[in-house]
């Protein structure tokens, strides 16, 4: 099955700066790659996805980028603002099939 | 947007009792569901995929005879915790696929469970 990893588990920046996050996969198949974000005592949001006929995409400030050779994706977070505070998760599966999350990473936007 | 309903969003049963969680999809039919666990500070772990009018399939290491789904209509999935447990206490999170776009995924609130 997909083994998704995600790094780093946790992550402390300055309001303003940038943050990324990163997550590699293993299932060469695998072909939509979302990231979610979690406040706590809540359910996933989703933030932004890519699928694997694209290499990059971006929604104002949060971007994602995939690289299929080398089976990973990074999370790419500007301006970052205290509401920004939360955990991500990755995730990579095969259009119409079970997600497989990465262990997550708690954000920490310092104001 | 897709949206979907988690009911209830806390819930605090004695060790023995069931619980009965719901997952209602609003605007658009869910075929299939996902049931998630999530420990505190942990990833979502995948229990038991169900399909509308049929059985559930449950992932290695899930008792199915202790955790019942049901997915009798294509907005509506229920997960019923049997004879409630306090290591059964947890954060229970439904997704259902948006049938529409294929890949999109939209998760409930969520559910805290907590067997005392």
């Known amino acids: 099955g997909e083994n998704v990893e995600q790094h780093p588990s946790t992550l402390s920046v300055q309001e303003g700066d940038s943050a990324v996050i990163k997550c590699t996969y293993s299932d060469s198949a695998s072909n939509y790659f979302p990231w979610y974000k979690q406040e706590l005592g809540k359910g996933p949001q989703l933030i932004i996805d890519i699928r694997s006929n694209v290499g990059e995409k971006k929604d104002q400030r949060i971007a994602v980028t995939l690289n299929k050779t080398a089976k990973h994706f990074s999370l790419h977070i500007t301006e970052t603002q205290p509401e920004d505070s939360a955990v991500y998760f990755c995730?990579?599966?095969?259009?119409?099939?079970?997600?497989?999350f990465g262990t997550g990473t708690s954000l920490t936007v310092i104001p | 947007g897709a949206v979907v309903s988690q009911h209830p969003s806390r819930v605090i049963c004695k060790s023995g009792t069931s619980v009965k969680i719901e997952c209602r999809s609003l605007d658009f039919q869910a075929t299939t569901m996902f049931w998630y666990r999530q420990f505190p500070k942990q990833s979502l772990m995948l229990m038991a995929t169900s399909n509308e009018g049929s059985k559930a399939t449950y992932e290695q290491g899930v008792e199915k005879d202790k955790f019942l789904i049901n997915h009798a209509s294509l907005t509506l999935s229920t997960l019923t915790v049997t004879s409630a447990h306090p290591e059964d206490s947890s954060f229970y999170i439904c997704s259902a696929r948006v049938a529409q776009t294929g890949d999109g995924y939209t998760f409930g609130s969520g559910t805290r469970l907590t067997v005392v």
């Open positions: 995730a990579a599966s095969r259009t119409g099939n079970q997600f497989y």
